[in-house]
Nanobody
Framework: QVQLVESGGGLVQAGVSLRLSCEAS????????MGWFRQAPEKEREFVAA????????DYAGSVKGRFTISRDNIKNATYLQMNSLKPEDSAVYSC????????????????????WGQGTQVTVSA
């Protein structure tokens, strides 16, 4: 049974940092590319960042590039999202997702490609 469990969300002021974690179990973690997505109330889910299965390739949404950093630890079966210089528009439920891949550098921005999802963690940024 595959489980993805996010943690690290919270209520913060604009300009500060947060680090989200996603711990995976029930899968061979280094066979999966990982992604972070977010969804704000009354908005569609949007791509935030993705990392290839060995961590050699990453991709970011334009709105977070330069502020957010995705990483992973294949020993700990975890992926992380370091979020700096947070803005009120970053407020959303952040979810991690896993995608089985074969190519070591493959990353995807398309949520429909991802097979497994966590429940999400709320991030709220006040002005």
């Amino acid at each position: 049974q595959v489980q993805l469990v996010e943690s690290g969300g919270g209520l913060v002021q604009a300009g500060v940092s947060l680090r989200l974690s996603c711990e995976a179990s029930g899968l061979t973690f280094n066979n999966y590319a990982m992604g972070w997505f977010r969804q704000a109330p009354e908005k569609e889910r949007e791509f935030v960042a993705a990392i290839s299965r060995m961590g050699t390739a990453t991709d970011y949404a334009g709105s977070v590039k330069g502020r957010f950093t995705i990483s992973r630890d294949n020993i700990k079966n975890a992926t992380y999202l370091q979020m700096n210089s947070l803005k009120p528009e970053d407020s959303a439920v952040y979810s991690c997702a896993a995608l089985r891949v074969f190519w070591s550098t493959y990353v995807s921005m398309n949520p429909r490609e991802y097979e497994y999802w966590g429940q999400g963690t709320q991030v709220t940024v006040s002005a």
